[in-house]
């Protein structure tokens, strides 16, 4: 049996995306989740790939933090779990 647990990752393992998407590296970039008020650079983040998507989870709460969903031709990021991403 797979525990959920298994299946995380962390940041880093979705650096290249907002490379490719922002043109820069943000995996140091210091993000505070909206729903506990932790501050942690986004390669701290609780990553799932094993969804319809990416979905980066606070490690401290659990709460959805950045969601990214690829299409044929279009991108969708969700940041409303972020309430702070500095660049």
């Known amino acids: ?3 959920t647990r298994d299946l ?4 880093n393992a ?6 490719e998407l ?8 210091p993000c505070t989740c909206d ?3 932790a501050c942690e650079e ?7 790939v094993q969804c319809p998507g990416v979905v980066a989870r606070c490690r401290h709460c659990g709460g959805v933090v950045i ?3 690829r299409g044929p031709t279009r991108t969708w990021v969700d940041l409303v779990g972020a ?3 500095e660049l």
């Not at 995380?8 to 940041?11: E, K, Q, R, T, W």
């Not at 979705?14 to 490379?19: A, N, S, T």
């Not at 922002?22 to 970039?29: H, I, K, N, Q, Y």
């Open 1 to 3: 049996m797979i525990e």
């Open 8 to 11: 995380v990752l962390d940041g």
């Open 14 to 19: 979705i650096g290249w995306l907002p490379l």
């Open 22 to 29: 922002f043109g820069t590296d943000l995996t140091a970039a």
């Open 35 to 37: 729903h506990c008020g």
């Open 42 to 48: 986004m390669a701290r983040l609780d990553v799932y």
């Open 67 to 69: 969601t990214i969903v």
């Open 83 to 85: 309430r702070r991403l």
